[in-house]
Nanobody
Framework: QVRLVESGGGLVQAEGSLRLSCRAS??????MGWIRHAPGKDREFVSG????????HYSDSVKGRFIISRENAKSTVYLQMNSLKPEDTAVYYC???????????????????WGQGTQVTVSS
C-alpha cells in the first residue's frame, strides 16, 4: 500500500523560500510530483520527476523558481521553492503514479496516490 507523507509547509514572506519533503512507502519505481490546490481555483500541476530523476517537468508558473529532486535511498522527494509569490499560496499535495503525464493533467491513474497535503502561505 502506498503512503505519502508531506512536511515543510508554513508561512513565508514574498520572495522567501521553503522546502517541501515527501516521504513515500510502497511506491516502488513510480514517478513522483507535486500538485497544489488554492481556494477557489482548480488543482494545478506544479512539478514531477521520474523514478530515475532523469525526467523532470515544471508548470510555467513555477519554472525557474522551483526545483524538484528525489533521493530514492530515502524514498523521499523534495520541492525547493524560491522567490515565492502570494499566488503560490495553496495546499501542496505529494503524488505518485506510473508516469508524470497523469500528474500534468491532474488525473492520476487507478494506481496513483495522494498525500494528505501541506499548507503553504505566502504573505505580501
Amino acid at each position: 500500500q502506498v503512503r505519502l507523507v508531506e512536511s515543510g509547509g508554513g508561512l513565508v514572506q514574498a520572495e522567501g523560500s521553503l522546502r517541501l519533503s515527501c516521504r513515500a512507502s510502497g511506491v516502488g519505481s513510480y514517478a513522483m510530483g507535486w500538485i497544489r490546490h488554492a481556494p477557489g481555483k482548480d488543482r494545478e500541476f506544479v512539478s514531477g520527476i521520474s523514478w530515475s530523476g532523469g525526467e523532470v517537468h515544471y508548470s510555467d508558473s513555477v519554472k525557474g523558481r522551483f526545483i524538484i529532486s528525489r533521493e530514492n535511498a530515502k524514498s523521499t522527494v523534495y520541492l525547493q521553492m524560491n522567490s515565492l509569490k502570494p499566488e503560490d499560496t495553496a495546499v501542496y499535495y505529494c503524488v505518485a503514479d506510473f508516469g508524470i503525464e497523469s500528474m500534468i493533467s491532474v488525473a492520476l491513474s487507478e494506481f496513483g496516490s495522494w498525500g494528505q497535503g501541506t499548507q503553504v502561505t505566502v504573505s505580501s
